[in-house]
Nanobody
């Protein structure tokens, strides 16, 4: 069992930055691939970024060059550094743990409760 807790969300102006954190419980964090998803009001939850157990990263096209995912296995934490934020990045951001990086949210085993990111224009 893995429990995930996100933090770091908030209100930021367009062009600003935020760093999201996702802290995981348990000793098996390093054995999981981690993903970040987001869900805007009225929209489906969508894949944003993922990082494998070995550190390979993957991004959806809309965030490439602006977002950076990383992980610290010693701290059981995955991060999402977000820069050049746009109003369309506004959403609840969720982290998830799975066996590999998948863009399909159904393939992830554990989810956090989410953290709100609001980007004002």
């Amino acid at each position: 069992q893995v429990q995930l807790v996100e933090s770091g969300g908030g209100l930021v102006q367009a062009g600003g930055s935020l760093r999201l954190s996702c802290a995981a419980s348990g000793r098996t964090f390093s054995t999981y691939a981690m993903g970040w998803f987001r869900q805007a009001p009225g929209k489906e939850r969508e894949f944003v970024s993922g990082i494998s157990r070995s550190g390979t990263t993957y991004y959806t096209d809309s965030v490439k060059g602006r977002f950076t995912i990383s992980r610290d296995n010693a701290k059981n934490t995955v991060y999402l550094q977000m820069t050049s934020l746009k109003p369309e990045d506004t959403a609840v951001y969720y982290c998830a743990a799975g066996t590999s990086i998948y863009t399909d949210r159904a393939r992830y085993d554990y989810w956090g409760q989410g953290t709100q990111v609001t980007v004002s224009s």
